[in-house]
Structure formats: C-alpha cells, structure tokens
C-alpha cells in the first residue's frame, strides 16, 4: 500500500522565482491538504483540495495556489519567492468523509525549500 | 490566542519513565484530537487519535481528553532512547480542518 510520497525531495530557488511541489496521496484517499513547516514550528495550515476544488484556506497570501488532478494528486505552487518562504512542505492525505471523528490526515515526507 | 498551545520543552526523562506531553486548545467545539511525532528532519507520523473523553490506550501510548478543561495529554510510558523527537498536538476544530501545535521536544535519557 503506497503512501503519501512528494517530490522533489529537496529544492533550493532564489528570490522572486517561481516553484511548484507535487504530491501523490495515500492509496484510498482523496483529500489533499498543503503545510508549511518553519524551523522549530508545528505545521501550519495552507490549503485543501477535494474533487480538484480548494475547499479550505488558511492564512497565506495569494502567492501560494495549488491545484489537485482527477487522479487526486496535487500540486502546490508559490510565485515571487521570499527568503521567508524557505521551510519543509508538507503534503497530508486525507479521507473525505463527513461526521468521522477518526478521519486521520498522513503525511507524505516533504519537500525542503530553501530560498536563497 | 492560538489554536493549539503546547509548551515548547524541551522534556527531559530518564529511560523507563512516564513521560506527559500536554496541550490546550481554544475552540470548544473541536471534535478530534490526535498526536504525531517527528523526528528531526522527518515528516510528522501519526501515533494516535482520540474523540471521547476519557483514556485510549495504544501500547506504551495513553492519550487523555477532557473536553471540559479543553485539554488533551499523551502520555508515554517505560519511555525509550528511541522516543527521543518531537510531539505535534493537533486539533480538529471542524470538517477535514487541523490546527497543529508547535511541539513538545521530548529528550529520554538511557
């Protein structure tokens, strides 16, 4: 059973340049959920997307924009970089399923963004 | 206010003892609440969810809620080298939403 898996394993861009992260979900799932992790912090919230529409948002400028494809992998895309953008992305799977309080999120083994 | 509160550490325990890692959170109506662990440099692995107050044991792993006192707790026990990472606290305030913590560093001592 694969799990979630994301590419490229490390990436190093410079400032002002575009970037895109990709993301293939645990077998079964179908929900695509996009974190940023700054060094010494918990993940933060980017967004979610079901049936290849964003379904939620956390606090993250327009810069960050993604998409899913039919076969529910996903990609996460960030223009006009800042030094500040440098952190490990992660990329959880997810079962879209209304009322289940045991829906469990997998993380895949992220990308690290290094902006220079 | 954050969402999820979690005492940054680091929690230094000697090998074979109970470790307790501790969170708060501040939306009331959450529903589920679950406990990873990262390693430095790794992804966060789940360990275990809980969604009724009470206990839930897993192994060496006991999660506690009170939804009451809007805390959860992890609790570790005959705590080993191999524990030493770091605990995420996440919260799941609504529908397919999570809010993590920023950690506990937990340190076991051989």
């Known amino acids: 059973d694969a799990g979630v898996t994301q590419s490229p394993t490390h990436l190093i861009k410079t400032r002002g340049q575009q970037v895109t992260l990709r993301c293939s979900p645990k077998?079964?799932?179908?929900?695509v959920s996009w974190y940023q992790q700054a060094l010494g912090q918990g993940p933060q919230f980017i967004f979610q997307?079901?049936?290849?529409?964003?379904?939620q948002r956390g606090n993250f400028p327009d810069r960050f924009s993604g998409h899913q494809f039919p076969n529910y992998s996903s990609e996460l895309n960030v223009n006009a970089l800042l030094l500040g953008d440098s952190a490990l992305y992660l990329c959880?799977?997810?079962?879209?399923?209304?009322?289940?309080?045991?829906?469990?999120?997998?993380f895949g083994p992220g990308t690290r963004l290094t902006v220079l | 206010q954050k969402e999820v509160e979690q005492n940054s550490g680091p929690l230094s325990v000697p090998e074979g003892a109970i470790a307790s890692l501790n969170c708060t959170y501040s939306?009331?109506?959450?529903?589920?609440f679950f406990w990873y662990r990262q390693y430095s440099g790794k992804s966060p692995e789940l360990i275990m969810f809980?969604?009724?107050?009470g206990d839930k044991e897993d192994g060496r792993f006991t999660a506690q809620l009170n939804k009451a006192s809007q805390y959860v707790s992890l609790l570790i026990r005959d705590s080993q080298p191999s524990d030493s990472a770091t605990y995420l606290c996440?919260?799941?305030?609504?529908?397919?939403?999570?809010?993590f913590g920023s950690g506990t560093k937990l340190n076991v001592k051989p």
């Open positions: 997307y079901y049936e290849e529409e964003e379904r």
């Open positions: 959880a799977s997810s079962l879209w399923a209304s009322g289940r309080d045991d829906n469990e999120q997998f």
């Open positions: 809980i969604y009724s107050n």
């Open positions: 996440a919260v799941r305030p609504s529908f397919n939403k999570f809010y």
């Open positions: 939306d009331r109506g959450s529903q589920s």
């Open positions: 077998s079964g799932h179908d929900t």
